[in-house]
């Protein structure tokens, strides 16, 4: 695919707490760097780029001496924000995407609409405080900021499960494989998908 069609954009943020940096390739073929100085988000991110098939850089510099709800919060901002403007003006693309996705005992779905109105809805819970380094509740959080800075009405719920790590993992890669099918574009879409001729 080559650059005018590639769907690619590059965000900074830097403020007293976190300087990111990120990069994302809508139409890539699922590579990634990252590095956020958090080691079990790292893995979390992975896998939504490689699951995505998105191709993905992120650098993140935080405040990881106080807790890891800046850095963690503050790249769900910056990751919302590379979505929205990678996505442009959305002509041509399905909007709605899904999944419901298993990974050993633990089930979890997502829903998306890239219609451009953001609404958050998250249902599950975690048992335990921490996975690796990570806090479980910066899971949901992660989630609310790419929901509103990226301007997506997103459902995420966890259907079943009992390990942690799979409840994260599932909910990531949910996430991707669900906003990869409704950034898919569509031959038979002329425009955007609404009635309104805009989202």
């Given at each position: ?5 590639t769907r690619c954009s590059t965000v900074e ?12 390739n809508l139409d890539g073929e699922g590579k ?63 909007r709605y995407g899904s999944s419901i996705l ?98």
């Amino acid at each position: 695919m080559n650059e005018e069609t590639t769907r690619c954009s590059t965000v900074e943020r830097n403020t007293k707490e976190t300087k990111i940096k990120i990069s994302l390739n809508l139409d890539g073929e699922g590579k990634y760097e990252i590095d956020t100085g958090v080691k079990f988000f790292d893995h979390m991110l992975s896998g939504f780029a490689r699951h995505g098939l998105f191709d993905l850089t992120v650098k993140v510099e935080g405040d990881i001496e106080v807790d890891d709800h800046h850095t963690i919060e503050d790249t769900g901002i910056v990751l919302g924000t590379a979505i929205r403007r990678a996505l442009g003006d959305k002509s041509g693309i399905r909007r709605y995407g899904s999944s419901i996705l298993p990974m050993d005992e633990t089930l979890v779905m997502t829903a998306v609409d890239l219609g451009g109105r953001p609404y958050f809805r998250f249902q599950g819970d975690f048992d335990a405080d921490r996975c690796g380094d990570m806090s479980t509740q910066m899971v949901r959080e992660f989630f609310y900021a790419i929901s509103y800075s990226a301007a997506i009405n997103l459902h995420m719920k966890i259907l079943d499960g009992v390990n942690d790590h799979h409840k994260a993992e599932a909910l990531f890669k949910s996430f991707a494989r669900a906003l990869s099918e409704a950034a898919a574009k569509d031959p038979k879409i002329h425009g955007v998908l609404s009635t309104k001729g805009s989202i």
